[in-house]
């Protein structure tokens, strides 16, 4: 019987490093699975794979091996990943777990029941693929990759036949398990409200009570919970000296908890040029089970006049579109830092993020730097009409801004760069086009 010390939870392992991968060159069966022997190369991940000097669009593999005795002793593990574009599939030891659509959304699957004692297999089955290439995939395309896939920033330019080279392909941020025990926290959501002096702070987070299971090889682990625990809600200025706020709740077990709070002489966010960014770490903690998140308070609104009032006094925004990079795994958090120093010296406050999402680190970092962001979605021309495709998009839409929802530094949404509309060039260059289609969609 395997004994577990108290401690927090989640524990996180890495599964950054060497994997090993292979390029699949032929058309297969949707069916077919690469059978890894062991000889193939290997990648340092995370990383955009032309970044690792392979120029392939289409399927690679990847393999990595884990031993059950690297991770926590714990009930639950789930495999996650915090970025991986396009399309990927997953396998544990032989066994398919599931699949996952979109570049930029942080997933994961429980991968206990696939465990074993041992040595124990991962294999990942990435798709990057080409849109209808060459012929008008500007305006028909299906995929939602943004400036990613058609853009005047790609190596190609955005009309020509060699728009799309060079893929973004990859498993290019990074590769974790999650271990968990009791209860499991997720979409915190921290919704503020600015009044006089004070602020009324609403909370609503997902809890999951886990099952202890065992398995036919091995004891996950022995454990007795702690009945009817009471949640600890803690606000702790994270980078400046303040008061610190907490509050205890008596909850049941429930999957969708709401909690509120009033925070008197709370600190507000502002710009950089406006006065001191004031954040705060918002921890919940249940039993051993806890989740933070880093946040601040604001007010951004407009006057007659359409004049920017921040926490009610004028704001001028002076801004710049932003690209970090077509490969995101080089743009690490120095990187990111440089672009933002370089804008601040230049007076700006608010940086547009054009037609994609960023890695999470960089709205972190303007979080932290005083800086505005409007948030463009991954619409970014033309695309399908098709119900599956409508579908795909609202549901990743909302996996967006699920994301970014706690960064005080977001503060407008924008769902589609440049939607085609009716002018004369269009006419030859796309010959089915449809002039009338946004039309449709302004009168709907």
Same mark, same amino acid.
């Given at each position: 019987m395997l004994l577990l010390h108290a401690s927090t939870f989640p524990k996180t392992t890495s599964l950054d490093g060497k994997w090993?991968?292979?390029?699949?060159?032929?058309?297969?069966?949707?069916? =077919?699975v690469y059978q890894f022997e062991g000889n193939e190369p290997s990648m340092l991940l995370p990383s955009n794979w032309y970044?690792?000097?392979?120029?392939? *669009?289409?399927?690679?593999?990847?393999?990595?091996?884990?031993?059950?005795?690297?991770?926590?002793? *714990? +009930?639950?593990?789930?495999?996650?990943?915090?970025?991986?574009?396009?399309?990927?599939?997953?396998?544990?030891?032989?066994?398919?777990?599931?699949?996952?659509?979109?570049y930029f959304q942080t997933?994961?699957?429980?991968?206990?029941? =696939?465990?074993?004692?041992?040595?124990?297999?991962?294999?990942?089955?990435v798709n990057s693929p080409l849109e209808n290439y060459p012929e008008h995939y500007s305006l028909h395309k299906t995929l939602l990759r943004g400036i990613f896939s058609?853009?005047?920033?790609?190596?190609?330019?955005?009309?020509?036949?060699?728009?799309?080279?060079?893929?973004s392909g990859g498993i290019w941020n990074h590769i974790s398990i999650q271990s968990y025990q009791d209860y499991r926290f997720l979409k915190l959501r921290a919704t503020p409200h600015i009044l006089k002096n004070k602020v009324s702070l609403d909370i609503d987070v997902n809890l999951t009570k886990l099952t202890q299971k065992s398995h036919a090889s091995f004891l996950y682990y022995t454990h007795k919970s702690v009945q009817n625990p009471l949640l600890k809600v803690t606000l702790t200025p994270s980078n400046f000296k303040g008061k610190i706020f907490s509050k205890d709740f008596k909850i049941k077990d429930q999957n969708n908890i709401h909690l509120h709070l009033m925070l008197k002489e709370a600190k507000l966010w502002y710009t950089h040029d406006r006065g001191f960014p004031h954040l705060y770490t918002l921890k919940l903690q249940l039993a051993n089970t806890q989740i933070h998140q880093e946040i601040g308070f604001k007010s951004l609104?407009?006057?007659?006049?359409?004049?920017?009032?921040?926490?009610g006094a004028p704001l001028y925004l002076k801004g710049t579109n932003y690209i970090s990079s077509q490969y995101m795994s080089e743009m690490d958090e120095k990187a990111l830092k440089k672009d933002l120093e370089?804008?601040?010296?230049?007076?700006?406050?608010?940086?547009?993020?054009? *037609?994609?999402?960023?890695?999470?680190?960089?709205?972190?970092?303007?979080?932290?730097?005083?800086?505005?962001?409007?948030?463009? =979605?991954n619409l970014q021309w033309g695309y399908i009409q098709s119900e599956a495709f409508q579908k795909e998009a609202i549901k990743?839409?909302?996996?967006?801004?699920?994301?970014?929802?706690?960064?005080?530094?977001?503060?407008?949404?924008?769902?589609?760069?440049?939607?085609p509309w009716n +002018?004369?060039?269009?006419?030859?260059?796309?010959?089915d086009y449809n002039a009338s289609i946004n039309k449709k969609l302004d009168d709907a």
């Amino acid at each position: 019987m395997l004994l577990l010390h108290a401690s927090t939870f989640p524990k996180t392992t890495s599964l950054d490093g060497k994997w090993l991968y292979h390029t699949q060159q032929l058309t297969r069966s949707s069916h =077919y699975v690469y059978q890894f022997e062991g000889n193939e190369p290997s990648m340092l991940l995370p990383s955009n794979w032309y970044k690792q000097g392979e120029n392939h *669009a289409g399927i690679m593999w990847f393999q990595r091996r884990i031993n059950l005795k690297d991770l926590p002793l *714990a +009930s639950h593990h789930f495999l996650t990943f915090t970025g991986v574009d396009y399309l990927c599939d997953i396998w544990v030891n032989g066994q398919y777990v599931g699949s996952h659509e979109g570049y930029f959304q942080t997933f994961s699957f429980d991968i206990t029941p =696939y465990l074993h004692r041992g040595d124990n297999s991962i294999k990942v089955k990435v798709n990057s693929p080409l849109e209808n290439y060459p012929e008008h995939y500007s305006l028909h395309k299906t995929l939602l990759r943004g400036i990613f896939s058609h853009h005047d920033t790609r190596p190609g330019g955005a009309w020509s036949a060699e728009g799309q080279d060079k893929n973004s392909g990859g498993i290019w941020n990074h590769i974790s398990i999650q271990s968990y025990q009791d209860y499991r926290f997720l979409k915190l959501r921290a919704t503020p409200h600015i009044l006089k002096n004070k602020v009324s702070l609403d909370i609503d987070v997902n809890l999951t009570k886990l099952t202890q299971k065992s398995h036919a090889s091995f004891l996950y682990y022995t454990h007795k919970s702690v009945q009817n625990p009471l949640l600890k809600v803690t606000l702790t200025p994270s980078n400046f000296k303040g008061k610190i706020f907490s509050k205890d709740f008596k909850i049941k077990d429930q999957n969708n908890i709401h909690l509120h709070l009033m925070l008197k002489e709370a600190k507000l966010w502002y710009t950089h040029d406006r006065g001191f960014p004031h954040l705060y770490t918002l921890k919940l903690q249940l039993a051993n089970t806890q989740i933070h998140q880093e946040i601040g308070f604001k007010s951004l609104t407009q006057n007659q006049k359409k004049i920017y009032l921040l926490n009610g006094a004028p704001l001028y925004l002076k801004g710049t579109n932003y690209i970090s990079s077509q490969y995101m795994s080089e743009m690490d958090e120095k990187a990111l830092k440089k672009d933002l120093e370089l804008m601040k010296d230049a007076h700006i406050n608010t940086i547009r993020v054009h *037609a994609h999402i960023e890695p999470k680190r960089f709205y972190t970092l303007c979080d932290k730097m005083g800086f505005l962001v409007w948030q463009d =979605y991954n619409l970014q021309w033309g695309y399908i009409q098709s119900e599956a495709f409508q579908k795909e998009a609202i549901k990743q839409a909302k996996e967006m801004v699920d994301m970014l929802y706690n960064h005080p530094s977001i503060y407008v949404w924008s769902m589609h760069n440049e939607p085609p509309w009716n +002018s004369e060039w269009m006419k030859w260059k796309y010959p089915d086009y449809n002039a009338s289609i946004n039309k449709k969609l302004d009168d709907a």
